[in-house]
């Protein structure tokens, strides 16, 4: 599972061209929209993209989308339960 | 009512000047990438979205911060301000990236941050947001800074539609090069007086 946040990190500041960040600098636990991390309406979407390219899962509803990016534990624990 | 060219703004592959005087040169050729981000850090921006950025937002963005950076843009008429560019490629660095995202059929991965760059006009609302302007913006394909239009039609919005400021200039960039020739014009001549705005202010540019 800490391989799977330190990747899935990774991967987030590579697609949201995040610059001024760094893997250790994100908590699992960390915000990531609004007044966390700052993302934004677009990132979600890039995020949807990034969970069906790299882990082939879909997310159509937004409510679940909202539960499923709160932070980095709650994307892992999402792809963990739904491999 | 005459109107005054108050500030101006060109970056190249070569340089960024302001006011006609080189500011910052690109020393070693570096990519325009590296450039942006170095006229980025130098002028002390802090805007996280920049990163973000397409290539011609990010030129449009940072040739208008250089441009306003003596400018104190909190007393502005947010709604007398306007935006009006030309430009000539669209904006066609992203139109290829994001077709190339999704023509393999077999991996078909549009990205959303991609596509909302694929219009030339996102540069204008770029600078909009960042300065809070909300009146008119206008992008204007051109085969050439076509200054003799751009005049005329910001002519009539300083004096039919009561408009006091203006952003207006070119920026193009295609993967083969960039410019932009930002100006910044002014009804009052309060504020230090640079030229006359006329059909032909594209001379300033060195």
């Known amino acids: 599972m800490d391989n799977l946040r330190e990747k899935l990190k990774v991967e987030i500041i590579e697609l949201l061209n995040l610059e001024d960040m760094t893997p250790s600098g994100i908590a699992n636990d960390d915000i990531l929209f609004g007044e966390g991390l700052g993302l934004d309406s677009i990132d979600a979407l890039e995020l949807i993209v990034l969970l069906e390219k790299n882990y082939q899962l879909k997310i159509t509803s937004a409510e679940d989308g909202k539960k499923i990016f709160q932070t980095i534990d709650t994307i892992a624990q999402y792809i963990e339960s739904n491999k | ?206």
């Open chain 2, 1 to 206: 009512m005459k109107s005054y060219i108050t500030s101006y703004c060109s970056i190249t592959p070569e340089s960024c000047s302001l006011n006609g005087k080189v500011k910052y040169q690109n020393l070693n050729n570096r990519t325009f990438n590296d450039f942006s981000k170095s006229i980025y850090k130098q002028e002390k921006i802090a805007y996280p979205k920049f990163s973000k950025m397409d290539g011609l937002s990010k030129l449009a963005f940072i040739a208008s911060e250089v441009l306003l950076s003596s400018k104190d843009t909190s007393r502005w008429n947010e709604q007398q301000t306007a935006i009006v560019l030309g430009n000539k490629s669209s904006s066609i660095v992203s139109d290829q990236k994001h077709y190339d995202s999704y023509k393999d059929r077999a991996s078909y991965f549009p990205s959303p941050a991609v596509f909302v760059y694929t219009l030339p006009n996102i540069m204008l609302g770029e600078i909009s947001i960042k300065n809070k302007i909300t009146g008119e913006t206008s992008c204007f394909i051109q085969d050439q800074f076509d200054s003799t239009f751009l005049y005329q039609y910001i002519k009539d919005l300083f004096d039919s539609e009561g408009y006091h400021r203006c952003i207006t200039g070119w920026v193009d960039y295609t993967p083969f090069d960039y410019e932009a020739h930002l100006f910044l014009v002014s009804k009052s001549d309060i504020e230090e007086v640079k030229t006359i705005f006329d059909h032909n202010f594209k001379r300033l540019i060195i």
